[in-house]
């Protein structure tokens, strides 16, 4: 039996083929080094995210959320959902915390579930990935399964907003959160504590709607990077991920910048740590490749 | 025929707040702030509100009803939480102005073309359509919103990152035939009809 079973939430962009797929093949490589079993809570829906709002609403929101909770209360019962992607964990949390909250918000969701046969009673915690790590295997634990070290790598260690915000890391500061600069040193890597836009929105879903507005966070958070000397950006969340990687090349066009930073998630680091090829690694999933990260994989 | 708009004034007459109490995500607590400015000074995209938060909650209070809903300082709000961890009197800024631009879109207030409003729009109704978010779709609509031709170029310019994502794994072209969903989509669909039914008639959209 594994160490440890969570019902898990991978949301809409760690889908195969989606734009965080890669997010989803480190984290399983990840996991079956720390021997965790994820699985997954039966027929998912998406969370909504935070820019479901507009058209969205309220209770509709939180309902589809609570159809989530109310399969992995049924079907995992006992086990605590764990998201791997921010908005989901973030969309997730919002609608149990608003549920435990409120008997009338409770009532009206359980009204709209019965449309479809299901119920939630209010269980079920919702985590993100990085709290399992921290809170349930320690950075000592973490490191047990190292077999090779990140030695000779800088990493600008990106918190962005919603893994950070309004909920964080228990024990972590809003606006100098330590705990990926500890995952980077934990495995041998370099953590530049000097980056100064670690907690800097990338403009989130207004990179579609506002580009010039987000692209404009987005060189602010490649270039404090560069200033830190980092040679790669790290990160816990995939819209950051997207976001920060994937503009750069428009950055550079617009603004004849020479942006070639690579932006990697936590699991990806991790899985090379514990030994995983590249390609366990999800390292072929980067568009602008993690070279000398690739090399320690081979090695 | 009454609009929701229409009834809502009636409603309310002249006390905006109450209106916003009663019918915005969690309104009730507009009241509480203080005025201090926090939250305008920790908005990333602080520059491109016509009116920051602190200017908004005081233009409630002050019953700016046209000025407030018609605004696109709301669509501005990237949900980074930044206002929200800072205030001092934890005030759940996000969620308002979240709430606020949901009311004044309900309402049909908002400001027409307003593209966070209309890309907002269009994430939600993708997720909903089949359960899972369609990230081809949901781009290819993007960059089509303004005709075939701005599309087009908008789409090309975009070609080599789509490319990419493309070789890297990260986006599927054959996801213009459906892509990912929930298989009870009936379900989530009852879920979704019911949830707004009640909401639509608690806030009044249901004149």
Redesign the interface.
Known sequence: MAKKEYAFYPGCSSQLKASASNYLVSTNSMCNALDVKLTEIPDWNCCGASVGYCEGGELPRIAINARNFAQAETHLPGQDIVATCAACWLGARESKERLDGSAQLMKETNEALAAAGLHYSGGANVRHMVEVLIEDFGYDGLKQPMKKSLEGIKFAGYVGCQTNRPFGIVGESFENPLYLDKMVETFGGEALTSYDQKVTCCGGALAFSEPEKSQKQIRDIVESAYDAGAEMIVTPCPLCQANVEVYQSEINKKQGTKFNMPVLYYSQLMTVAYGGSAKDAGLNGQLIRAEKLEKIAGK | MTTANQSAIERYRNNFLKEVEANV?EGHMVKMCMQCGVCAGSC??GN?WEHSPQKIFMMIRAGKRDEVLGSDSM??C?????C???CPRQLPI?HIM??L??YA??LNLAPKGQ???????L???N??KK???N?LTL?LR?YFRGGLVSGIKEALG?Q??GL??FL?????PM?IFGG?G???L???H???????E??DRKKGFTA
């Open positions: 995500e990333p995209l491109a669509f501005m990237t949900s980074c939480y930044n929200i961890v800072r996000t979240h709430g631009a949901n879109h309900r593209p966070t409003r209309d890309f907002a729009t994430f939600w109704n997720a909903i359960g899972r978010v990230e781009t993007h975009m080599s990152i990419g994502l890297a794994k990260r986006l599927n996801e990912h929930v298989k009870d009936k379900g989530f009852a879920i979704i009809a019911k949830a707004k009640i909401e």
